[in-house]
């Protein structure tokens, strides 16, 4: 759960450099991943990049294969790396010399918004990003398992050969996709994207267009993910998958208010005895897992940028929570932040209106429908509250709070074909309106 788009910047400093820095290409940079080394600044381990590495954890070495590892109660596994630190570490596997750096909010890892000297000879990076590159540091957890950051490398390659607009992966000095770094005496998996220009979903009017657009790109996204496959996502977990719903118990002691932990624990135990208990007759493809408001990324034509209307989905960022699931869990997981976006349960049947119109959706899945939302609504609220405890300046876990609460509560008691009627009448007419 993360953002590296232009929403809620912190920890801006800005640099300018008139020296010309003397490389030697990558010869020169990979000697540095070699010998330098303290824990002021990181410095990369002996694995390759590729998610071949030995000994890793990516279960070809000695170390058993943590791809199924999830978070565990009290686990601080965020990185804990200083804005100062940064430039050195992005200089020597990235060639770049930085003239501005900014912290992106995130949930686990760190994430900084990098725009590069384009005064500084860099001979590591043919094809130079105009709107500057994300740096990713993964926290302690998803940096064990580096075959799952190799499929996510492998994906976003893929999807764009799809047409989709999504974050493009910049090989470091070795030519790989990623590296395990050394920082503060913990290692964690360090990647470079491309940024991808526009504006956030949650950053623009909200309209009713705009939702049904929301669930056409969606319906669209994975339609070009269903024929992707890499074998990390045969064993990957995740605690953000819905499949891992049931594990949720084990946080519920982070909920201080005793009628939503009630609540919590009965959606658990309905969606695993109602949902859970039949997946195996689901069919699963890959899916993005995260589709929400902070990760959805639109523009609009200049002149028309003051009109609410003019805004359409152009792209999408955040594939950290991909999975191999059923698609009806990713129409749950995403109508959940679609309504809580709008904060209002009639507005899911338009987005639902917008994905059914490319992607259609068995009668069977739509009885699934409801609760999965709702346990993606419970999910969010209990893990937010539980990173909170750990990171209590961290405000950007408790996004979901306050709304979060009401939309979860009037969901649950109403029955599902209530739920669906109202779906499906707020889908008709807006469907059936003269303008959209």
Known sequence: MEQWNNVELTSITKKSYTLNHDYDGA??????????????????????????????????????????????????????????HVEPLVRRLYGITISELKELNAYDDRNYLIQEDCNVKNPLIVTHSVHGYVLKI????????????????????????????????????????????????????VRLLEFIPGKMFHEVPLTKNLLYQSGEYLAKLDR???????????????????????????FLYALEDHQRKALCEEIIDAFESKVLSVLSTMELQIIHGDYNEQNIVVNAPTADAERPDAYRVSGVIDFGDTSRSPLIFELGIAMSYMMLQAKDLASGGIFLAGYTSIQSISAADRDYLKYCVAARLAQSLIM??????????????????????????????ESMDTIDDLWATTAHQYLTQSTK
């Open 138 to 189: 993964l926290n302690a957890l998803d940096s064990k398992k580096e075959e799952f950051v190799d499929a996510q490398n492998q994906l976003l390659l893929y999807l764009a050969k799809q047409h989709v607009h999504c974050p493009r992966p910049i090989a470091n000095a070795r030519g790989k996709y990623y590296s395990v770094e050394q920082i503060s005496g913990n290692t964690h998996v």
């Open 27 to 84: 010869e020169r940079l990979n000697k540095a991943n070699e010998t330098a080394g303290t824990e002021a600044t990181p410095t990369a381990t002996a694995t390759n990049g590729n998610g071949n590495g030995n000994g890793n954890g990516n279960g070809n070495g000695n170390n058993p294969p943590e791809s199924n590892v999830v978070l565990q109660p009290g686990s601080d596994i965020k990185p804990k790396m200083q804005p100062e």
């Open 224 to 250: 070009a993910l269903k024929n992707f496959t890499h074998k990390a996502y045969d064993t990957h977990k995740t605690l953000w998958m819905l499949q891992s719903v049931p594990q949720l118990r084990d």
């Open 384 to 413: 937010g509250a539980y990173t909170h405890t750990l990171h209590p300046s961290n405000d950007y876990v408790l996004v979901t709070q306050a709304q979060g609460w009401v939309l979860l509560e009037q969901l649950w008691r």
